[in-house]
């Protein structure tokens, strides 16, 4: 999924969409979100915090790390245990993450549709806008789909919910065996 403005996604109900809801909230399933364990990201947490509400049918859990907004609608955790989070990506239906690369990364290894909303430095989520070059690099790839903004948000969630990716291709936990073989031959001559 290249564009959320490509997706479509449901009509809005009661001006829903306009304000990052999305579609009626009779929808189903398990969204996993986490903000990374390094930054607060409050915009989306709130954001999906203001989506759970309008969604009480789908379970939804946010790892929110050190962030100042507690959700309100949805449970939540600071931080979560590797085994937990792993366990969480591997259950959820869409894993809603901030544009780390390493949350994109296991998203691809789990084969989980992913969707990404990056931190914006000029907001003070960030010290750089390196997220934003990360979407940028990652935005056509297969089970990957972008949030520019939070009304795009709230409607890619449950356009995803209701339409989920094709996330046919694992990524492997290791690289090509070429790259493997090259990296090795430079490293030890």
Known sequence: M?????????????????????????????????????LPFDRLVQAVDMWAAAHPLVDTFIQIGDG???????????????????????????????AGIGSIVQALEASKQILVFARHASLGEHTTDHQLDTVARFRDTPGLAVADDVPALGGAMSALLSRPMRV????GAFGPSGLVARIRDFLVS
């Open 2 to 38: 290249a564009d959320l403005a490509a997706t479509g996604g449901p009509a809005a109900v009661d001006g829903e969409q306009a304000i990052g809801l999305g579609g009626p909230g009779l929808q189903t399933g398990t969204v996993f979100v986490t903000v990374g364990s390094m």
């Open 68 to 98: 100042e907004y507690l959700p309100r609608h949805a449970p939540w955790a600071r931080r979560l245990t590797p085994a937990d989070f792993g366990q969480r990506v591997a259950a959820c239906d869409l894993f809603v993450a901030h």
């Open 168 to 171: 046919d291709q694992r990524l």
